[in-house]
């Protein structure tokens, strides 16, 4: 009866090698569950969830992916793969990754009844994120509850047809699954529902993902300059061969996002989600496009809809184009691109929230749907067109959305604190609205010289500001769209996006960095790292620290990164930590055949590594000379585990000679070109220039114009760099 029951149900479960299973009496031989038995072997499992190491896992099978171990001796010679589509298998210790564009099951059928493939298994991924592969080796490892008879765990081992290959402790054993064993996955969530068990997790094999950082590049990543500021000239991507000049920038005057990037060793967590709330977006602009998992839960608060297109129909029947969210969200959390443009925290997710009209109904719809959507981080910058206080309503959902959110830990919302415009006289004005609610943090604005943007509204609830353009600054370079002929959007970029719109998105992004470090943090607490890591530039604070215009000052990523890990050790205090100075090693002493350096900053830190987070072992002042023995990343060795920023570092053609700045020529494109008196065509004429003339350019203005000489620009888009 036994054998019927067995072969009826497609199980075999006398092994075909003797089983190290102790003997069993008659009774549990012959009672096996055979609906569980039936449902094992007939349903197939795509998305699995169960308990690992703990915690409640989700992993998702591959369709297009399958993996095999061949018997020992038996594995055949690699067949060339030809075809520009063609993909080699991938090794993962003595298991291969085979593929196929469709049919996987088949696939992986024909290559069971391979003679040479001893197991033939699927490929799972965790989250559906198929950045690493897990493979389930055919091994689990179970423990029984204490007491649990030892003839109940017996039987139970033979009701999976499984082998103890180990006895790891009491009630503990190390199994493998048989012929006769439905797959390693579905015993684990089978087993797991049993009264018995206490564990049953299977056994995975995937690639170690090491330590090592790869700080991000690109032609424009140096373009990015709110991210790390150099005081070098950039290059301005949407104007061809035009750069901003250095007249523009102050080194340091950034948000330390690159500092903190490698400080955390990452670019993020993959795990948070950021809500973008704004007038629409383009979604397959490759910054919020990502791998195509970057974007989440589309919400249209206007029409109920997914449609978050920045589409809009003006009053004449044209239709045109907003870019200010897809620029929003970029800044935030733009992927990184083959172009090196990114935002603060390129691994995280986008909730796009159109929200291109204001009444409130749209409002409550939009904070809502970013709480109930699970939303980390909310960033927003809208306003009313005039200062008019926020209907009780609205006021008490965004109270509700930062009480509740975050699991009840509490969701931060950046507001932009608004901009001076024609409406207004270009005059600054207190901030209003959104940004006047107290729960929020209230984002101003600081440009690429550390000084406080005139156009940016201010008031008692300004909180910090952040870098963006402004006064004789330069603006934010990023993604955006556009529309040539009415039909269809052109994704593009710019070096213009600014105002506190950039702020506050920026400050949402480096928040993101901040839960990255430590998720567990509370609102008060990320109020707390902010307001104590925040630089102090420029003037107006008073006794508590805070400024109408600055708030606390401006956003420090790698200061409050650093804050954020010290409190995930266990501590309890949100002070920054005190890292007292090292006695300076003093500088390596010149060397015949060595390069010289020479520190540009008021001090310099030196690590005993190549990286931003290694230790710090003693500090140079502005103007020391150090010997350059190697180059490590963008770092210089100058002596034993002693290593500085390269960014710091001016190389000196001859030891206490700098190297002259270099100058840059240019060639006249067009018929002729006015020379004027200043950057724009409001200066004087003062000379003109024929076609094919070369010029000189000594520095680029912020809207692209090229200074030849004393008194003497002229317009960057008629001349090309030679």
């Known amino acids: 009866m036994f054998e019927v029951v067995t072969q009826v149900l497609g199980y075999h479960l006398k092994p075909s090698k003797p089983s190290n299973h102790l003997p069993l009496p008659p009774p549990f031989n012959l009672i096996l569950p055979i609906k569980s038995l039936v449902q094992m072997a007939s349903k197939k499992v795509n998305t699995a969830r169960f308990k690992f190491g703990g915690k409640t896992m989700s992993f998702t099978k591959s369709k297009t992916e399958a993996a095999v171990r061949y018997t020992s001796g038996m594995k055949p010679q690699p067949k060339r793969k030809s075809g520009k589509n ?41 989250d559906n994120e198929k950045d690493a592969a897990f493979v389930p080796t055919g091994y689990l490892y179970i423990e029984f509850k204490p007491g649990t008879d030892e003839l109940k765990q017996r039987a139970l081992l033979d009701e999976f047809a499984l082998n103890i290959r180990e006895m790891v402790g009491p009630d503990a054993y190390r199994v493998n699954t048989t012929p006769e064993s439905p797959n390693p996955i579905k015993c684990a969530m089978l087993l797991q529902k049993k009264r018995i068990i206490l564990v049953a997790e299977p056994e995975f094999v995937t690639k170690p993902m090491t330590n090592d950082f790869t700080m991000p590049s690109g032609k424009f990543i140096a373009s990015q300059w709110h991210l790390d500021n150099t005081g070098t000239q950039i290059p301005i991507i949407d104007i061809p061969n035009a750069v901003f000049g250095t007249a523009h920038f ?84 733009g992927a990184w691109d083959a172009q090196g443009i990114l935002g603060a925290a390129p691994n995280s997710r986008i909730i796009p929230i159109k929200l291109d009209i204001l009444s409130d109904d749209a409002i409550v719809k939009a904070f809502e749907h970013a709480m109930l959507n699970g939303a980390d981080i909310i960033s927003c910058s809208l306003g009313f ?44 004005r207190q901030i209003s609205d959104f940004a006047t609610h107290p729960d929020v943090f209230c984002i101003t604005a600081s440009n690429s010289l550390d000084e406080p943007s005139s156009y940016s509204f201010y008031g008692p609830n300004t909180f910090m500001s952040a870098p963006t353009n402004g006064n004789n600054g330069v603006g934010i370079t990023t993604a955006t769209v556009k529309t040539v002929d009415g039909f269809s959007l052109q994704n593009t970029y710019t070096s213009g996006f600014g105002g506190t719109s950039s702020a506050a ?218």
Not at 298 to 311: K, Q, Y
Not at 403 to 427: D, E
């Open 86 to 126: 063609a993909i080699a298998n991938e090794q993962l210790r003595d298991f291969e990754i085979v593929h196929a564009r469709g049919g996987i099951d088949q696939k992986l059928d024909q290559l069971r009844a391979q003679p040479d493939v001893s197991v033939g298994t699927h490929v799972w991924y965790v």
């Open 250 to 333: 102050r080194r340091g005057a950034d948000a330390k996002v690159k500092e903190a990037w490698a400080y955390l060793g990452t670019l993020g967590s993959a795990n948070l989600k950021i809500a973008v709330i704004d007038t629409g977006f383009s979604t397959d602009h490759p910054q919020l496009r990502g791998d195509g998992t970057k974007i989440r839960n589309t919400f249209n608060a206007a029409t109920r809809s997914a449609d978050v297109s920045p589409w809009f129909q003006a009053s004449d029947g044209s239709r045109g184009v907003f870019s200010h969210g897809t620029s929003c969200a970029a800044v935030a959390a």
């Open 385 to 428: 067109p005039k200062p008019v206080p926020l209907s009780t309503w609205v006021f008490n959902t965004i109270r509700k959305v930062v009480a509740q959110g975050r699991g009840g830990k509490g969701t931060p919302i950046f507001i932009a604190a608004g901009n001076s415009n024609p409406a207004s006289n270009n005059q600054p």
């Open 505 to 722: 998105p920026l400050s949402a992004g480096i928040c993101a960095l901040v839960l990255s470090a430590n998720p567990n943090l509370s609102l008060e607490q990320i109020r707390s790292i902010f307001s104590l890591s925040a630089d102090k530039i420029s003037t107006g604070y008073d006794a508590n620290g805070r400024s109408q215009r600055l708030g606390f000052g401006r956003i420090n990523a790698l200061r409050a990164v650093k804050m954020a890990l010290q409190l995930s050790g266990g501590g309890t205090s949100t002070q920054p930590p005190v890292t007292p100075t090292p006695t300076p090693q003093p500088p390596s002493p010149p060397t015949s055949g060595i390069k010289q350096g020479k520190v540009t900053y008021k001090f310099l830190n030196v690590r005993s590594g190549a990286s931003a987070s290694s230790a710090k072992v003693g500090q140079l002042k502005q103007g020391d000379v150090v010997s350059l023995l190697e180059k490590v990343s963008n770092f210089w060795r100058i002596g034993p585990k002693q290593y500085v920023s390269a960014d710091y570092i001016q190389v000196l053609a001859n030891p206490g000679t700098i190297t002259p700045p270099a100058t840059r020529k240019g060639k006249v494109t067009s018929s002729f070109l006015n020379v004027r008196s200043g950057p724009s065509t409001a200066n004087a004429k003062v000379a003109e220039l024929k076609k094919g003339a070369i010029v000189t350019i000594f520095e680029t203005s912020s809207n692209g114009w090229h200074r030849i000489g004393t008194g003497r620009w002229v317009i960057g888009s008629n001349i090309q760099e030679v």
